[in-house]
């Protein structure tokens, strides 16, 4: 797996490119501008783009616009955006635009070294990954009589870890629950948000979308 890494801080590029190497994974660039990052993508064209969102010269939004313009140059280069705080909108937006190989995680999430690499992984095979914290902070300011007001709160539950970007496995071992009710809860919440059948990755991303607009 073939990885760029942009962010301003020397030291967090090389955190970050140690963790990742130490997994195996093949780091063909690190940039500390987004300027940097477009050229090195579009000469490298990378599995997977690590970029912070807040990068030179104005360390507001150059790193999430630079994204922006890498999923719609390059849309198979998967895009994983670090921030040092929650930006919960600025995470919907990018992540409501194109889902597919994106994610969105704060900066302590990379020593979380196994959850991290595996983020990362996903992120590179066209999944996603959304930040625990970013989806508590919509979810808490969700408005009423949303589509997703039918669930119960298990499957509330389930679709927030489905949020995160987490595979059924991954909801059993953080729930202890058997892959059977996963299963079934997951089935359940395609039903009560209407999701008509398709696959089930798709349908996925679409119960997830809908589980975040509704805290707009």
């Known amino acids: ?26 780091i063909v660039a690190s940039v500390g501008d987004a300027d940097g990052l477009r050229r090195v993508v579009a000469t490298e064209k990378p599995d997977v783009a690590i970029v912070d969102v807040r990068m030179p010269p104005t360390q507001t939004d150059e790193g999430a616009r630079a994204a922006e313009t890498i999923r719609e140059r390059h849309p198979d280069v998967g895009i994983l955006m670090l921030s040092q705080i929650v930006e919960a909108h600025t995470a919907l937006r990018l992540f409501g635009e194109r889902p597919e190989g994106f994610g969105y995680l704060l900066k302590d999430r990379v020593l979380e070294i196994e959850d991290f690499v595996e983020a990362v992984r996903r992120v590179a095979r066209g999944g996603t990954a959304m930040d625990p914290q970013i989806v508590s902070q919509l979810v808490g300011n969700r408005r009423q009589d949303d589509p997703v007001d039918e669930l119960s709160p298990r499957e509330r539950e389930v679709l927030g870890l489905m949020a995160e970007g987490r595979s059924n ?48």
Do not use: W
């Not at 496995?169 to 953080?174: Q, T």
């Not at 997951?186 to 679409?206: E, G, M, T, Y």
């Open 1 to 26: 797996m073939r990885v760029v890494i942009a962010d301003d801080s020397v030291l967090m590029r090389e955190g970050v490119a140690r963790v990742l190497g130490d997994a195996g994974m093949e």
């Open 169 to 216: 496995a991954g909801i059993c071992s953080k729930l202890f629950l058997s892959p059977k009710t996963v299963e079934t809860h997951v089935s359940s919440i395609f039903n009560k948000l209407r999701l008509a059948q398709a696959p089930d990755d798709h349908r996925r991303v679409l119960a997830v979308l809908a589980y975040l607009r509704a805290a707009q």
